[in-house]
């Protein structure tokens, strides 16, 4: 049984930071494509950082240089330290698994940023 749980959000004033973790089970971690993902509402889910198996990573303008994700294959899991927030970053944060045509979904967090 494959189990993707999010953990990490919270509410935040606007310039602040919060660290979000997603442990996996089920997969064989290592080699999984992993991202992040967030969605507000009215909006559509939107990619926000990922990871390849051999670590390079890529991010959206919209978060390139504030948002930093990372992986640990021993521990089974894939970070996303957020740093100084804007109220447009509040949403449902997801964590994503990805294999060829195999993905796989976190049941999500939220991350509400105030102003």
């Known amino acids: 049984q494959v189990q993707l749980v999010e953990s990490g959000g919270g509410l935040v004033q606007a310039g602040g930071s919060l660290r979000l973790s997603c442990v996996t089970s089920g997969i064989i971690f290592s080699v999984n494509v992993m991202s992040w993902y967030r969605q507000a509402p009215g909006k559509q889910r939107e990619l926000v950082a990922t990871i390849t198996s051999g670590g390079s990573t890529n991010y959206p303008d919209s978060v390139k240089g504030r948002f930093t994700i990372s992986r640990d294959n021993a521990k089974n899991t894939v970070s996303l330290q957020m740093n100084n927030l804007k109220p447009e970053d509040t949403a449902v944060y997801y964590c994503?698994?990805?294999?060829?045509?195999?993905?796989?979904w976190g049941q999500g967090t939220q991350v509400s940023v105030a102003s």
């Open positions: 994503n698994a990805k294999l060829n045509w195999l993905q796989y």
